[in-house]
């Protein structure tokens, strides 16, 4: 991956919680002999337009783990409602220290086999100066996805700007049966990465929750609904999230 002719400076930013409802310690869990927080920032690192890949935690197992390993770790407050709260406070701790950075990118700490391709993607969006936040989706295949509340679809302009994210199947096929809807137009999944502008971040971090964002628990509704543009681009590539102990198991063929 080529970062030379990228004019602006990235970093990647890893929040880690060890108090987590599902799976208390997850990010320390080992997976065939390297915790899941280690290769998360292992595959991170390979990305070429990332100047810096750091841990953002506000535990102390965490932080001494990262630090044993050799990884860059940083201690937050404990008492951020969000990832993207953790991600703001760490900026500004990095923007303290000196250190200066035009994006952000939230990188998820459950996804340990995140490619640095996907990373890439993301914040080569920002090439569009009108980016202000950058995310991928996946064309949906599957009725099981299509139909699964937890599968959050995405509805996207022809410049692939972000229009709407929902857990309902958008956009609606009207006229037709649900087993007709994935042959009469393309879906798309969301991919949970995030990357914005650091100016942008800052704010985002003080705005109330907004209506939409409350009824359907999803945060990125609160940008839309104050009129942050969101910008995608589309992954080939399917992540594999580690919300519970049953979904370890599940995983085969680990290198």
């Known amino acids: 991956m080529d970062s030379s002719d990228f004019p602006y400076s990235a970093a990647g930013i890893i929040p880690a919680r060890f108090a987590s409802t ?109 980016t202000e936040i950058a995310t991928l989706v996946k064309v949906i295949a599957r009725n099981e996805d299509l139909f699964n509340p937890n599968v959050v679809k995405v509805s996207l302009a022809r410049d692939k700007r972000a229009l709407l994210f929902s857990r309902s199947t958008i956009p609606y096929i009207r006229g037709k049966n649900e087993e007709e809807w994935l042959n009469s137009s393309t879906f798309y999944k969301h991919i949970g990465i995030y990357a914005y502008l650091t100016e942008v971040l800052t704010k985002l971090a003080g705005l109330p929750m907004a209506p939409p964002e409350q009824a359907e628990s999803l945060e990125q509704l609160r940008w839309l609904w104050n009129g942050y543009s969101i910008y995608a681009d589309i992954t080939d590539f399917e992540t594999v999230g580690i919300d519970t102990p049953e979904d370890l198991s599940k995983l085969t063929n680990i290198s």
């Open 22 to 130: 599902r799976f208390p310690g997850k990010p320390l869990v080992d997976i065939n002999g390297m915790s899941m927080i280690e290769r998360v920032y292992r595959r991170a690192s390979e990305c070429s337009l990332l100047k810096t890949v750091v841990v953002a935690t506000d535990d102390s197992r965490i932080f001494d783990h990262v630090s044993g390993f050799g990884g860059r770790v940083i201690m937050t407050s404990e008492h951020h409602p969000s990832g993207t709260d953790r991600i703001a406070e760490t900026i500004e701790i990095l923007q303290k220290a000196g250190e200066f950075y035009h994006i952000a990118v939230n990188i998820q700490g459950d996804e340990p086999f995140i490619r640095p391709e996907q990373i890439e993607k993301v914040v080569r969006l920002f090439d569009n100066p009108a």
